[in-house]
């Protein structure tokens, strides 16, 4: 065991559970804990949506996907940092004008029906954990390599540690880990890119010269086609990537921790900018492990690659580095497992139990105890599923998240937003399609079955070759959503949507949360 690794670990864990304990004290309505009372200014939500954002995938799953993969694993910075701008000009300022605590609070605002509700709450509880599984599959890795325990107990230790800071502290413990999570991970990560930038002179000609013989893969390192040989996958990768984003509740709900649209748009503005600045970084992270690391190093230590950047820190800078990257990376898993725990239980408590089971009339104290137990449920589940991930990359995992959120979120917020015609059945219809029909592309594809043991969860073929299903499971998610509308016999209340749309372009006749 690395005793300095494990010092920084301790600490970065002590310093979370602090925060946590003192943001219980101020945790004590539904509004504290679903949106930290709307107190957060622009740069704290975005440096707070930055830690949000930048998760396993992010940090561990991109610089190896690089490494590996030379420029096909460059796709994901990419889709991930443009999809900000789709939040940025069409969701962020409507969603806070429009909702209170949760995406369904939005659809509601027009709809106002339980089962409109139900479903969005469905949406929301899946995704979370279907991203929630990609950080925990890094976190057993990452721990795994720092203090050589079993993977499985290592998944425990993280899925305990998120369940705490939900249950005790809320949104205002969530945010504020997320925010020193995001400083820790930037200075990390701008000292790695520094080091490596300098092994190659500060030359950017040199640095892509000298790569083209650094791998296995020679000059196909710097080319597409390496990881996704058939362009239809590739597509359909870009597409969830870049429209994923504004349709992942745990993102959303960041919106609801302002006092207003405007702050929420500044909170964006703060959020892309961090974000763009680390994933450039993220060339150097993944040039600097298939370099200085090496391909068979990188794949011993984790099969997917999911290592190479805390290894990459140890070549360079020894243990201290190491340690300190290692650690940064945990705090990393710890700030978004958090806050998709929170999402989800939102999602249940505010959603399913008090506007569904209790009818409006649960009060705010059984609100929150509603919302602390959905927290343990859900992480007892992400656990279970996580322990069966344990070989895939984390980036590819949560780009599987991103396709479901494209495919079942996003047609509905848009068309809610913009479309007159739209009505209840259109947006039950067109959450459930997207939903289960991107699943059930996963289900069938090369992610959970594959001829050779162990390169998938089962052993077979699979149905289909895509590996990401945003190409056909988007499409489907916005027809189902229109053919269900113009099939309803019941049609939209078009001065509703009038109404809607003043208010979420404009904010006028917005109200506080109301406490419930």
């Known amino acids: 065991m690395n005793v300095l690794a494990f010092s920084l670990f301790l ?5 979370t559970l602090i925060i946590t304990y003192a943001a219980s004290k101020r945790t004590k309505t539904t509004s504290d804990f679903y949106t930290a009372d709307g107190s ?23 610089a190896g996907m690089v490494a590996l993969s030379g420029f096909d694993g460059f796709f994901y910075s990419i889709g991930f940092l443009v999809a900000y701008l789709v939040v940025l000009y069409i969701v962020a300022e409507p969603l ?24 969005a709450a469905l949406n929301t509880i899946t995704i979370s954990i279907f991203y929630m599984i990609a950080q925990l599959v890094g976190a057993g890795a990452l721990i795994h390599l720092l203090l050589g325990l079993d993977y499985v107990y290592s998944v425990l230790i993280v899925g305990v540690l998120m ?22 991970l930037m200075i990390g990560t701008f000292i790695i890119s520094i080091i490596v930038f300098s092994k190659f002179d500060f030359s950017l000609a040199k640095m892509f010269s000298e790569m083209k013989t650094a791998t296995p893969l020679g000059d196909g390192f710097l080319n597409p086609g390496n990881k996704f040989k058939n362009p239809l996958d590739m597509i359909s990768l870009n597409l969830a990537l870049v429209l994923g984003t504004a349709g ?21 503005i703060y959020a892309t900018w961090i974000i ?8 150097f992270l993944g040039f600097g492990a298939a370099a200085f690391v090496g391909y068979d190093d990188i794949i011993k230590a984790n099969s997917a690659g999911n290592m190479a950047a805390p290894l990459l820190a140890q070549v360079l800078g020894g243990d201290f580095l190491f340690a300190f990257v290692s ?5 990393t898993i710890l700030a978004v497992v958090a806050g998709l725990v929170l999402s989800a239980a939102s999602a249940f408590a505010h959603d399913f139990y008090s506007h569904i089971l209790r009818k409006g009339a649960a009060t705010e104290k059984e609100q929150v105890v509603a919302a602390r137990w959905a927290s343990i449920g859900v992480s007892i589940l992400s656990i279970i599923l996580a322990l069966f991930a344990q070989n895939m990359n984390v980036a590819f995992l949560v780009a599987l998240a991103f396709a479901v959120a494209a495919s079942a979120n996003l047609p509905i917020i848009l068309l809610t937003i913009f479309w007159k015609r739209f009505n209840t059945a259109g947006a039950v219809t067109g959450m459930l399609v997207g939903l289960f029909s991107s699943l059930f592309l996963v289900a069938i594809s ?38 269900g509308t113009l099939l309803s016999s019941k049609k939209a209340d078009e001065k509703k949507f009038d109404e809607i749309l003043v208010k979420a372009n404009t904010g006028m006749g917005i109200e506080e949360p109301v406490k419930h």
């Open 11 to 15: 600490a970065i864990v002590g310093l």
């Open 40 to 62: 957060l200014t622009g740069w704290q939500n975005g440096m707070a949506i930055a830690g949000d954002y930048m998760s396993a995938a992010s940090f561990l799953g991109i």
């Open 96 to 119: 806070r004008n429009l909702g209170k605590y949760t995406m369904a609070d939005m659809i509601a605002a027009r709809f106002n029906e339980k089962k409109v509700r139900g479903v």
């Open 163 to 184: 369940t705490v800071y939900v249950v005790f502290g809320g949104m205002t413990a969530t945010s504020w880990v997320q925010i020193v999570k995001a400083l820790l």
């Open 248 to 268: 992942l509740p745990h993102i959303l709900i960041r919106f609801f921790t302002v006092k207003d649209a405007i702050t929420a748009r500044k909170s964006v």
């Open 276 to 283: 763009g600045v680390f994933y450039i970084m993220t060339i």
């Open 327 to 331: 650690a940064v990376a945990f705090a």
């Open 446 to 483: 090369p992610n959970v079955w594959a001829p050779e043991p162990g390169a998938a969860i089962f052993v077979g073929e699979p149905l289909i070759t895509l590996t990401n299903p945003g190409i056909i499971s988007i499409p489907l998610g916005f027809l189902a959503a229109f053919i």
